[in-house]
């Protein structure tokens, strides 16, 4: 046993752990820094490493100020499906370059946990009947076989990995509620030794288990599966800012109205790339799955992480959620320890922000960007003046014909209504009210408006247990909010088709929707919808009775009872005590039990999958869902030689705020699309397209939809919005795959021209990898989400920053250019910092005249260097592994 290794007593037993206490200096240390403090300790190779990465992290720390790189190893990794399944065709590719380089490639394997949750494949085609889930199972499945064998092969054939069958639930709803240990154990030198449960995932909402003290953050898919293969995430010590809470959340409001506040409140404050955590007596008054839903919304605002500490509340919720009393015990034990438990005491943050939680009032945010906020109680006066900057009409109108009735609808008209998503389903109390609402208008006589679509998505088997128990399940059906799926659904653009009716008024005037969502990113929701709105899951539900954003819920009646009289909000909305009641009655260790049962069997469906397991997957050549992925392709053991880009055109040229589901949209495939041609081509008939989600496992189609979201506005299409843009060879506005092909047939590279915020939203790791596979070798942007700028370098693209003041627009650029990067040094393989850190561009015109300015070489740490100089980090640990064997 090392020296750095100390005993803690749990009860009769006693574990080896590292402990930080007794680094100078780590008393005063966040939360969050803590846990990369023990970490680093326990990972690294040596004392020296040990003393080198834990002194960067104290000095940043008591700094608070970011700091020195470390290496980090989370204990876990989360995927979901559409995230997962192209990890495992790049682990199943990565098998067959082991064996094609000499190396063997049975030990192409997890090396630690790997969860894998099939959440996000399930579409509401059906909604609003009772045949709704039945239906919606079946066509998942139909659409999705070949995925799902494919999944149930690299179960059974890759060691160290766990999946959950589709039908469970969200993957991170699953994740808090059974994954999440809050301590892990492990034999070291025959002692067990416990350690911080951290986790990072391909989903950017990984973050929800911050809200119990699982210390987590979404990461790209490449940088996941290096994680698994045991390569630790280098990282800088990130500066921690503290959010200081007081008070308790006002009757009536939830959980989600405070994470909308969180993400209005940080995002004005700027907090990418920092970690945020939350102190102060406010904090205990916060239920644990309202801590996990403020967590949930961290991408929305930009920074790693929201960690919350360990209090009782933390431990009642393991408990309530099946962890025995001994692990409860432990968690408890080592979170006091090491100093996670929340308590009174000197911490040093960057900055603090004060937030009294009594101040949070319910809240909506939109159209289209989540920390887009406005008081519920304004919401008809936000709407409108949405629509004014918009220049709409708002004397103008469409018929919609549904049922044998005629409905005159305007602007705001809902076209969808969705209980969804991760970010408020993990919150028994927050699915309580939304019942609760539901019978109390049922009560009342009130109906949902038909043009709505509504969708009911829980999180998993024991949130539909919950409402059955309490009695709410039927009201919400009877509101057309039955059951539709276990999935996210609507949330990542899952909502399928809305009704036909609905779709022909979709040009004539701006339908809305509302969702208890995390993500309202233009088209993303549906690409019929222009105005997206987040809410509580309850205000969804009286939203849908409304029928219309264009409605004050303060002064008009959402309808008459059977005496006649008018009924508005007030009257139904559900008190606390009532949801306090319900919860109390309701929500038990046995529910939750009860709602895990199976959760590794899945359907009769999935059981019939027939799958053997092997080294090497045997490939069809004629699917469309699973081909083999082209990166290793020509690859040596040998570094190739470092070269300049010259002569790089510009596919794609746009401004700030541009999004992953932008570059690569994870809905529907539009007919008209090149994504849609391949697949006619292939016999797939429309009616199976599935979407660009589900078909991530085929690069093929991804690489056809690469910049192809129909909201993109790309400044080269000339006006035209979507996948679009100049061809340069032929001087057309065509689709920029075309345009793609065409720069490879010359022997042309591509680059993109971007603004602030570059790849904000999701974790996704095809927005770097359809660019790759079409030509794109660079990103010239003002700033970049950190997840996307870090995957951009997984994938091998250089991501470059236009020094301070400087932007596309002062430098005179319009993307006619072509573009010349000088030649940068990234070393000989092993961790080395970029040479030069600012690189010489030359843009040359096309009246012959040249501009040349420098831009910041984004290659941040020495680990990303050796990433870029092997061409990515799959070509890294590759490389490693073989030649380690």
């Not at 024991?462 to 009877?478: D, H």
């Not at 541009?658 to 008939?685: K, N, Q």
């Not at 250089?798 to 030649?823: K, N, R, Y």
Request: include cysteine; proline fraction near 4%.
């Amino acid at each position: 046993m090392n020296n750095r290794i100390d005993v803690l007593a749990v009860g009769d037993r006693s574990v080896g752990y590292y402990p930080v206490r007794g680094i100078d200096g780590a008393d005063k240390l966040p939360y969050s820094l803590r846990i990369l403090l023990e970490n680093v300790l326990r990972m690294a190779p040596d004392d020296d490493s040990a003393a080198r990465f834990a002194g960067r992290v104290v000095s940043a720390g008591l700094a608070g100020e970011q700091g020195g790189e470390i290496e980090y190893m989370p204990a876990r990794v989360l995927l979901q499906d559409f995230t997962g399944v192209p990890v495992f065709v790049d682990l199943a590719a990565m098998r067959e370059a082991a064996r094609d380089l000499g190396g063997d490639p049975s030990r192409i394997n997890p090396q630690i946990p790997l969860d894998l949750v099939v959440d996000h494949s399930v579409i509401a085609d059906v909604a609003g009947c009772p045949q709704a889930l039945e239906k919606n199972m079946e066509m998942e499945f139909a659409r999705n076989g070949e995925r799902y064998r494919f999944l149930k092969w690299a179960q059974e054939s890759f060691q160290n990995v766990r999946i959950v069958p589709p039908g469970a639930g969200i993957c991170h709803q699953i994740n808090v509620e059974h994954f999440a240990t809050g301590v892990m154990t492990k034999s070291e030198d025959g002692k067990e030794i416990a350690y911080f449960d951290t986790v990072v995932g391909t989903d950017s909402h990984t973050t929800t288990a911050n809200g119990i003290g699982v210390l987590s953050w979404g990461v790209g898919g490449i940088e996941a599966e290096a994680a698994a293969l045991g390569q630790p995430i280098t990282t800088l010590v990130p500066r921690v800012i503290g959010v200081h809470l007081t008070g308790r959340l006002s009757e009536g409001v939830s959980a989600m109205d405070a994470a909308l506040v969180f993400a209005q409140m940080l995002r004005a404050k700027g907090v990418v790339g920092c970690f945020v955590e939350c102190f102060g007596e406010g904090v205990g008054a916060l239920s644990a799955t309202q801590r996990a839903c403020i967590a949930n919304m961290t991408p929305e605002y930009g920074c790693t992480c929201t960690l919350f500490p360990v209090d009782d509340r933390t431990l009642e919720y393991l408990r309530l959620t099946g962890r025995d009393e001994e692990q409860v015990a432990l968690v408890e034990a080592y979170a006091k320890a090491q100093g996670l438990w929340n308590e009174d005491a000197e911490r040093v943050y960057s900055e603090v922000i004060e937030l009294d939680l009594s101040t949070v009032r319910r809240s909506l945010a939109g159209p289209s960007r989540p920390h887009s906020r406005f008081d519920a109680d304004a919401a008809r006066d936000a709407f409108r003046g949405i629509c004014e900057e918009r220049g709409l009409d708002m004397e103008r109108h469409a018929v919609v014909d549904l049922g044998g009735e005629s409905f005159e609808l305007a602007h705001g008209a809902l076209a969808i209504a969705a209980v969804t998503s991760c970010t408020t389903a993990t919150d028994p109390e927050m699915m309580l009210a939304c019942g609760l609402i539901a019978k109390k208008a049922r009560e009342a006589g009130l109906e949902a408006k038909p043009w709505v679509k509504r969708v009911m998505a829980p999180g998993s088997h024991a949130t539909q247990l919950l409402l059955e128990r309490a009695g709410l399940a039927e009201p919400l059906a009877e509101l057309g909010f039955a059951t539709c799926g276990f999935g996210c659904m609507s949330c990542i653009g899952n909502s399928g088709p809305i009704w036909p009716e609905m779709h022909e008024v979709a040009g004539d005037i701006e339908l809305a929707s509302v969702l208890s969502g995390n993500r309202n990113f233009d088209g993303r929701i549906s690409p019929d919808v222009s105005q997206n709105y987040l809410c509580a899951p309850a205000a969804v539900v009286a939203y849908a009775i409304a029928g219309t954003m264009d409605f004050d819920f303060e002064t008009q009646e959402l309808g008459l009872n059977e005496a006649g009289n008018p009924v508005y909000l007030r009257d139904i909305w559900p008190s606390d005590e009532e949801i306090e009641r319900a919860l109390d009655a309701y929500a038990t260790k046995e529910l939750f039990e009860e709602g895990g049962r199976g959760l590794y069997e899945g359907t009769d469906a999935w059981k019939a999958l027939k799958v053997e397991s092997s080294d090497i997957f045997a490939w069809d050549e004629d699917s469309t869902y699973v081909r083999h992925a082209p990166y290793f392709e020509g690859m040596t053991l040998a570094l190739h030689d470092v070269k300049p880009i010259e002569g790089a055109r510009v596919l794609v040229n746009v401004r700030d705020f541009i999004t992953t589901d932008h570059i690569s949209p994870a809905g529907s495939i539009a007919s008209d699309s090149p994504a849609a041609a391949y697949l006619r081509e292939r016999g797939v008939e429309p009616e199976m397209f599935n979407t660009y989600g589900s078909r991530r496992g085929n690069h093929e189609v991804m690489a056809r939809g690469g910049f192809g979201n129909v909201k993109l506005s790309n400044i080269l299409a000339e006006g035209r919005n979507g996948g679009y843009t100049r061809d340069f060879e032929t001087g057309q506005v065509t689709s920029i795959f075309e345009a793609a092909r065409d720069y490879e047939k010359a022997g042309l590279s591509s680059v993109v021209l971007a603004g602030k915020m570059y790849g904000s939203g999701s974790s996704r790791d095809w927005a770097a990898k359809a660019p790759l596979l079409l030509g794109v070798r660079a990103v010239f942007a003002e700033s970049f989400e950190r997840i996307h700028r870090s995957n951009l370098i997984g994938m091998g693209i250089l991501p470059l920053q236009f020094e301070e003041g400087q932007s596309v627009e002062s430098l005179g650029l319009d993307g006619t250019e072509t573009f010349s990067i000088e030649a940068i040094d990234f070393g000989d393989g092993e961790p080395c910092m970029p040479t030069p850190s600012k690189v010489k561009v030359t843009a040359l015109q096309q009246d012959g005249s040249a501009k040349e300015f420098q831009a910041i070489v984004r290659v941040d740490t020495p680990t990303e260097g050796a990433y870029m100089a092997h061409g990515g980090i799959l070509q890294y640990v590759l490389r490693h592994l073989v030649a380690n064997a």
